[in-house]
């Protein structure tokens, strides 16, 4: 069993920087990934980034390339998001979620376990 707790989530002003972070606990195999997506309201949840456990490689949406950055230490279980350059349109509830199909990490329906979500909110 593997859960993931998100937190940092707030409201913030455009152009304004937020850190958010996913504790992960339980078994996660060195192969697994941990993304983050995000959804607002009346939308789908989209792909916002990904984590490789173990190489630490990441990749990112379009929309968030260049402005957003994952990061994880080897030996903390803590996934961070770091979110520069916020914009009103980044407003949504984040979650991270882990995966083990890393060839498909964009899709959400190939996580399996989620975080309960933390709202970040992005006035003009």
């Known amino acids: 069993q593997v859960q993931l707790v998100e937190s940092g989530g707030g409201l913030v002003q455009a152009g304004d920087s937020l850190r958010l972070s996913c504790v992960v606990s339980?078994?996660?195999?060195?192969?697994?990934?941990v993304g983050w997506f995000r959804q607002a309201p009346g939308k789908d949840r989209k792909f916002v980034g990904a984590i490789r456990w173990s190489s630490l490689n990441t990749g990112y949406s379009d929309s968030v390339k260049g402005r957003f950055t994952i990061s994880r230490e080897h030996g903390n279980n803590t996934v961070y998001l770091q979110m520069d350059n916020l914009k009103p349109e980044d407003t949504a509830v984040y979650f991270c979620?882990?995966?083990?199909?890393?060839?498909?990490?964009?899709?959400?329906?190939?996580?399996?376990?989620w975080g309960r979500g933390t709202q970040v909110s992005v006035s003009s």
């Open positions: 979620a882990k995966t083990s199909v890393l060839s498909q990490a964009t899709l959400a329906k190939m996580y399996n376990y």
């Open positions: 339980g078994r996660v195999c060195s192969g697994d990934a």
